[in-house]
């Protein structure tokens, strides 16, 4: 994939990926099952980014493995109905369509189990939103590193990801107990349990 034989689309992502490999440390890549990924609003990615989107999907390229998206930076459907300018607009449809020719579900949401992309217990996965990594880790037992928009859409063309941070076993154990002897009972109850655990 490095040396370029299975294409430009591959070949740059693996680049990227192993440049995020050497700077954390990791030895090897390993299998995804899964991506999820981030860098989909056009606000965030403007002309350059876009470009790079385009660039890819022109080579043909293709995710390996299950793929969604995260958020767009507009309701696809309702746009007009909120006031959203025609021209951002249209750039935002053409960052979605690159996506879908790249073969990536354009579910547009930050929760992606809850759209058919749940991995399995002990699987490695490239996701990127910080509360789905969270629920993947704690939650659905996978197993995945907090993804940039550029290293998941690398994960998704070459279906691998550098093996380090979360995906190995010794930094998955917890540092912290948390004791709770409060009765909790509503959705408030939780939301204040949470904010006191993290803070």
């Keep these: 994939m490095l040396a370029g034989e299975e294409g430009?689309?591959?070949?740059?992502?693996?680049q990227i990926l192993a440049a995020l490999g050497e700077i954390f440390g990791a030895d090897k890549t390993i299998p995804v099952s899964s991506v999820q990924v981030a860098g989909v609003s056009y606000y965030n990615l403007g002309e350059a980014g876009l470009e790079y989107l385009e660039n890819l999907a022109a080579t043909g390229a293709k995710?390996?493995?299950k793929t969604t998206l995260n958020p767009a930076g507009m309701d696809l459907e309702n746009w007009r109905e909120l006031g959203i300018d025609e021209e951002f607009a249209g750039k935002q449809e053409q960052v979605i369509g690159a996506y879908v020719r790249m073969g990536i579900t354009p579910s547009c949401t930050c929760t992606p189990y809850l759209v058919g992309n749940e991995p399995d217990r002990g699987a490695h996965i490239a996701w990127s939103e910080s509360s789905a990594v969270t629920y993947a880790n704690s939650i659905l037992g996978a197993m995945t590193n907090r993804e940039g928009g550029p290293s998941a859409l690398a994960a998704a063309l070459t279906g691998r990801t550098p093996c380090y941070g979360m995906h190995l076993e010794e930094n998955r154990k917890a540092q912290t107990r948390v004791r709770v002897e409060a009765k909790l009972?509503?959705?408030p109850d939780f939301g204040a349990l949470g904010?006191?655990?993290g803070k």
């Design 195 to 197: 904010y006191a655990v």
């Design 63 to 65: 995710a390996r493995v």
């Design 8 to 14: 430009y689309a591959v070949q740059k992502s693996m």
């Design 185 to 187: 009972a509503t959705v």
